[in-house]
């Protein structure tokens, strides 16, 4: 059973980091994109960031570029996201998700590119 498990939110002050782990189960996801999502309370779910199944590609929403970072670890079936001078507008409930074997990943990647999606991890940001 393929489980995707997300860990590291929390809550933090404007201009504060924070990094989120997502730890894959049940599939070698090395031949997988992985991306991640956020959803804050009445707003649709949005892309954040996303890295192809290399690992040579990473592509970002306009509202994060410059603040966090795409990471992942084949060898571990795991990715990372950097969260960096948070703004209160991060707040958001993000989401691991991973797409399908060697899928190419868009450069803005829709909800629907991917399959397996984690339970989220919230980040809350004070001003």
């Known amino acids: 059973q393929v489980q995707l498990a997300e860990s590291g939110g929390g809550l933090v002050q404007a201009g504060d980091s924070l990094r989120l782990s997502c730890a894959a189960s049940?599939?070698?996801?090395?031949?997988?994109?992985m991306a991640w999502f956020r959803q804050a309370p009445g707003k649709a779910r949005e892309f954040v960031a996303g890295?192809?199944?290399?690992?040579?590609?990473?592509s970002y929403a306009d509202s994060v570029k410059g603040r966090f970072t795409i990471s992942r670890d084949t060898a571990k079936n795991t990715a990372a996201l950097q969260l960096n001078s948070l703004k209160p507008e991060d707040t958001a409930n993000y989401y691991c998700?991973?797409?399908?074997?060697?899928?190419?990943?868009?450069?803005?990647?829709?909800?629907?590119?991917?399959?397996?999606w984690g339970q989220g991890t919230q980040v809350t940001v004070s001003s």
């Open positions: 890295i192809s199944w290399g690992g040579s590609i990473r």
């Open positions: 049940g599939r070698d996801f090395s031949y997988y994109p």
């Open positions: 998700t991973v797409g399908g074997f060697k899928q190419t990943l868009r450069a803005q990647p829709r909800m629907d590119d991917f399959t397996y």
